[in-house]
């Protein structure tokens, strides 16, 4: 099973950019689908992005499709979210997490990183 290290966030003004990244250890990177989620106060966790075990699939949440992409990359066990045009409802707690189903839900995630704060300053 992998272990997942989150880095990047932090306060960005909006209509800014910012980077999240994921990094896995452990075993069968690869084999695991890679979401990342985000949760706001007092707010379930909820989808943002998901891309498959091969990378040649991806899946966005509607508030984010267009400003945000994620990537993955197997030969580093990484998997990055690009954020750009960030808005303040963008604010909240991402966690990336791992899945070997490939979904929207957080049911289905395995193993989850340890989030990292996004805060968008109007």
């Known amino acids: 099973q992998v272990q997942l290290v989150q880095s990047g966030g932090g306060l960005v003004q909006t209509g800014g950019s910012l980077r999240l990244s994921c990094a896995a250890s452990g075993r069968f990177f690869s084999d695991y689908s890679m979401g990342w989620f985000r949760q706001a106060p007092d707010k379930e966790r909820e989808f943002v992005a998901v891309?498959?075990?091969?990378?040649?699939?991806?899946s966005y949440a509607d508030s984010v499709k267009g400003r945000f992409t994620i990537s993955r990359d197997n030969a580093k066990n990484t998997v990055s979210l690009q954020m750009n045009s960030v808005k303040p409802e963008d604010t909240a707690v991402y966690f990336c997490?791992?899945?070997?189903?490939?979904?929207?839900?957080?049911?289905?995630?395995?193993?989850w990183g340890q989030g990292t704060q996004v805060t968008v300053s109007s």
């Open positions: 891309i498959s075990w091969t990378g040649g699939d991806t």
């Open positions: 997490g791992a899945s070997r189903t490939y979904g929207p839900f957080p049911g289905g995630y395995d193993v």
